[in-house]
C-alpha cells in the first residue's frame, strides 16, 4: 500500500475525558488514502519543546465518504499531551498508512473484538468493515471505570458490546479475561489493550482453543522498517512491529 | 544552474547528500516519498559477515533533541544482501554504498572481499565505531593503532572508495582519522553516535536493553560539526560530515566546517522525504548567495 | 519525612542539589526568587589567580536543546572574591564551594592556597575541564597524567573537600577518575561541558568569537548519564553528577546512575527557580516510591 | 528593583504586520511589578519544538492601572515566531523587570528618543514616563517603509514625531541619521534600533556635540548576569548588557 506525507487539518477534537480526545482529522488538498483496519500513521508533534519523534497512534475510524480520519488519542507523555491540545484548524503532519492489518476471514463464524483502555481504538474500524462485508463480530471492551470504557456508543452502532471494568462501575467487574464473553467458543479473538491485558487474552485464548490476533505498540522511532528499534522477539526471530506488525497472530509471537 | 556534484575520492556524487546507514533501511522504505534517483547516495544498513539478530527489545528512547539507539547490527549478513537486496537496488541511478561492521579484521575483510566484485557498489563505508555492540568495532575505533589495523586491512580487500566511519567517543578525532588516513583511507565519515544512556527513574531501570547506546539527533550537532572541523583540517582526504542534519541549513553548516558531503540520518524518522528537501534547500541557498558550485563553501571556515 | 542529607566525603549536605559553577554567578543573582539557603550548596563561578576579562564576544549560541558558550573563565580573580564576593555569602546557611582554574600548576595551588584559610569554604571544586580557554584546565583534564598532576599539587594545597571537575572531551572519563582518586581527590564532578561548535551559515561565519565553546543543557544529558555511571562503578569516592539537568526527574537520573549529589547548570537560565523546584520533586517522588532515605536510590542502576 | 517570575495571560495579540505584533499581557493573579522604562523582560517560549532559552523583549509600554504590560515582538526566528502564534487566553511567563533604564533628566531641556525598525518599543513607555514628568519628548521613527513604522499613532499621543523611511513612503527618505530633526540641538538623545543605525545616530550626536544613551541587545542566556554571555566591551572591559545595561551613554562604549 502506498504510503504519503499528508497535512490533515483538525475538524475536531473530542475530549473524551482528562486523559483521551477523538481527533478527527481531515487531509488538507488530498483525499484520503486507502487505510486498512488495524494500520496505524505517525503524528509530527510540532507544538512540543520535549517532543523530538513522531508519535505511532491507531487508526480508530475511517470515513471515506467524508474524507475523515479518527485518531484516539491517549495523554501518555509530553507527545500526546500536545496532541491534546490542538484545536480544530490547526494542522498536523501524518505518514500513513502503516503497518500491516486485520485480514477478513475466509468465513462465517464468530468474532469477538477486544480492547482495552485505549486500544479499544482499531477494533471500532475493524468492526464497521467486518459489519461491511456480512460479519456479525461483538466487542469486549474493558477499562478501569465506566468513564474510561471510549466510544461505547459508536460500538453499539454496530454489535453487541461486552464490557468489563474494574471497579464494576459498568459491565462486569473485573478484568476482561474475566468477563462471561470468553466463556463462549469464537472463531477469532482480536485483541488490543497494554501488554498485560492482550498477554492475559492470548492465554484465555489458548485454553479456550480460539485463534488470537493482537495488536502490538512497541516503541518505535521510524515506523517504516529503516531503524528496526520496535522488534518484537518472534518466532522468526526478531521483526519489525511497524512493518511485519502491529497485528500479529498469537502463534508467531514469544510470549 | 548551480553545480552540486562533488568527489569523495573516485566517487563522483551528484550532489553531497547522503544518508547515514542504519537510518533508511536499503532504501525502498522511502521509495513511497522521494525518488532514490535524486540523491548523491545512500548508505545501507550495517552488514556484517554473517546473520545477526541483534540486541533484545527495547533498543530506543527518545531524549531531548535527539534519540538513543541499541539495535546492535541486526542484519541477515552479507550473503543475504548480495543474493537478496542487490538485484532489487542495483539498478538506481545513485550510488548504493554498503557500510560494514565486523567483530574481527577477518570479519571485515571477508564482507569486503565478497562485495569488492559488485558493479554497483563503488565504494563501503567501514564502521569502526558502532557503540552497540561488544564487537561491533568501537574497540577499534577508540585508539588510532585499532582505526589502523582495520583500514589497512580492508584496503587491501576492497580496491575501490574506502570510506572509514569515525567514533566521537574518543580524545582527539583527529589523530584517529590522520591514522586511518596514513592506511589508504579514501574518506572519513563522522560523527557516528555518541554513547549515551538514560534511565526510567519511575521504573528504577535503564531504557535500552543495553544500558548504553548510542545518541543521534540534533542535540549532537554542535560536537558533530566541532569534530568535523577538527578533523578536515588534520586530513588531506575528503570528510564526510553527519550528526544532526535537520535541513539544509544544517548541511551547509557541516559543509562549512569542513565536509564535503553529508550524510542524513535521524530525520529520516521524523520526515521521510527530508533528503530531497535538503538538496533543494542547498540549490536554493546557493542561488539566493549567489554561489555556483558548492565546493565553493566547503571548508571555509 | 524524607532524609535529603547527602555526604559528599566530609562534606554534609542538606540536600543534594547543587548549582553548576558559572551558571548560578555568587548566588546573590538568584536570592529575589529562591532562598539559597535551601539548597545543598552552590558553587560559584571559575575562579583564577588573576582578573580575566574572557573572552571577546559573542560567547554565546543556542543549539537544539543546548547551547554552547565560549565565557573564558570571566572574573575577577580570587583576591577580589576573597575581599568583595565572599563576605557578602558567607553568613549564608548552605555551603559556597568554589570552582577554581588555572593555567598553570603553579596558579591553581595559589588560588587554593589563598581560599582555604576561608572558614565558610569547606569545598572547592577543582577545574581541569574548561574548553573555552587555551590553558583552561581542558589540557590537564584529557590525560590521566595531567589530571593526576594538578590533584596532586591542590591536595597539597586544600585541606577540605576537594571535587575535581572532569571533561567529557575523552576516551575514557573513568580511567581520568581514577587518576584523580589516586591522588587524592575526594570527589569528582562531570561533566563539563561538551567541546561543540555551530556556524551561521548565512553569514558564514561562527556564532562563537572562539570558534568552538562548550555545549551544555538537556541535549548532553544522556552522554553525561553514561559517563557518571562509568565513572560511579570505576571510583570509590563519591560522583557529583550534572549535564542538562532539568527538572527533579533528570536529578533522580543522575543518582540512580551513582552520583551522589548533582549540579544544576543551564537550567537556572530558563527558570531562575529551578533549583527549589527540584529539591521538592525529589521529596515528592521519594515520598510517592516510599524511599525513606534518597540515599538508598544513588547507583541502583 | 526585586524581579519576579510570573505567568501572564494573553490578552491581545495585535497583529501590526507580517513581521510584528504587539502583545499585551497582563499578570495572572498578581498586580504587574515596578517596571521602568528601558527595562526588558525574559519571555519562555513555550510552544517552539526548536526554542531552548528565553528570548529578551524590551518593555513597549505599561500601563499600571490596567495592570497590562506591553510586549512588541518582531519574528527573528523560531522563538519569536512561536510567541506571534500566542493567542488571548495563552498564558507566557516572564522573569521581569530586568536591566538598568532610562534615568529622567536632571533639568528640562529637549529631549529626542530615537527608534528604528522594532526598536521604537522602549521608546514608547519612556516618552510617556517624560511627558509624566513634566518632559517633552520628541520622537524620531526610522524604517525601511511606511508599513514598518509601528505604533505611530501612540507616539503622536506623547509628542512630535520625526519620521523617516528608506522608500520614502512615510516622512522623509533616507536614513534616520540623515533626518532634519538631527540638525537640531538636543540635549539628550535616545536610542534603540540595529546596531548600525545606534553606531549612526551616535556618531551624528558625537559631532552635534550631544550626548547619547543607547539600548544594546546583546545575544544573552540568563538575563541575570550569571551566565556572562551578553559581555560589551565598555570602557570598564567587558561588562553584562542584562544587568549593566540594556542603556548605555555612548561615552562609556568603545564604538
Known sequence: MKKFILDFEVVENRRLHDLYSLLILSPIGHDLPDIRPGQFVQVAVDNSKTTFLRRPISVNYVDKSDNMLWLLVRKAGDGTSALLQKSPGDTVNLVLPLGNYFKLPANCGKFLLAGGGVGVAPMLYWGKVLRENGFNPEFLLGARSAKDILELEEFEKIGPVHISTEDGSLGEKGLVTLNSALEQTWDMIYCCGPAPMMKAVANVAKKIGTECEVSLENMMACGLGACLCCVENTVKGNVCVCTEGPIFNTRELTW | ?301
Open chain 2, 1 to 301: 544552474m548551480v553545480n552540486l556534484n562533488v568527489n569523495i575520492a573516485n566517487l563522483q556524487l551528484k550532489n553531497p547528500v547522503l544518508t547515514a546507514s542504519g537510518t533508511f533501511g536499503y532504501g525502498e522504505e522511502f521509495s513511497d516519498f522521494i525518488d532514490l534517483n535524486r540523491l548523491g547516495g545512500f548508505i545501507v544498513k550495517g552488514t556484517t559477515l554473517n546473520h545477526r539478530e541483534g540486541n533484545p527489545y527495547p533498543r530506543m528512547a527518545e531524549t531531548p533533541s535527539g534519540m538513543l539507539n541499541a539495535v546492535g547490527l541486526q542484519n541477515k549478513g552479507v550473503d543475504y544482501f548480495i543474493d537478496n537486496i542487490y538485484p532489487r537496488i542495483k539498478h538506481l541511478d545513485t550510488h548504493v554504498i554498503v557500510n560494514v561492521s565486523g567483530a574481527t579484521i577477518d570479519d571485515y575483510v571477508a564482507v569486503c572481499e565478497k562485495l569488492a566484485p559488485l558493479d554497483k557498489i563503488n565504494a563501503i563505508e567501514v564502521n569502526i565505531s558502532c557503540p552497540n555492540v561488544k564487537q561491533g568495532g568501537m574497540a577499534f575505533g577508540t585508539t588510532c593503532s585499532g582505526a589502523a589495523e582495520v583500514t589497512k586491512a580492508v584496503r587491501r580487500a576492497f580496491p575501490k572508495t574506502l570510506i572509514v566511519k569515525l567514533s566521537p567517543n574518543v580524545t582527539s578525532i583527529a589523530d584517529i582519522a590522520k591514522a586511518v588516513e596514513a592506511e589508504g583511507a579514501d574518506s572519513v565519515s563522522l560523527i557516528n553516535t555518541l554513547l549515551g544512556m538514560a534511565i526510567d527513574v519511575e521504573r528504577r531501570r535503564p531504557y535500552l536493553s543495553t544500558v548504553t547506546g548510542g545518541l543521534s539527533g540534533p542535540a549532537v550537532r554542535p560536537v558533530a560539526v566541532r569534530m568535523v572541523w577538527q578533523t578536515a583540517h588534520a586530513v588531506n582526504i575528503p570528510v564526510i560530515g553527519l550528526g544532526g542534519i535537520m535541513n539544509g541549513r544544517d548541511a551547509l553548516e557541516f559543509m562549512m566546517a569542513g565536509a564535503s558531503a553529508v550524510e542524513v540520518g535521524t530525520a529520516n524518522f521524523i520526515d521521510p522525504a527530508i533528503t530531497v528537501k535538503i538538496i533543494d534547500e542547498i540549490t536554493e541557498y546557493c542561488e539566493r548567495h549567489g554561489i555556483s558550485d558548492i565546493n565553493e563553501i566547503v571548508g571555509i571556515i
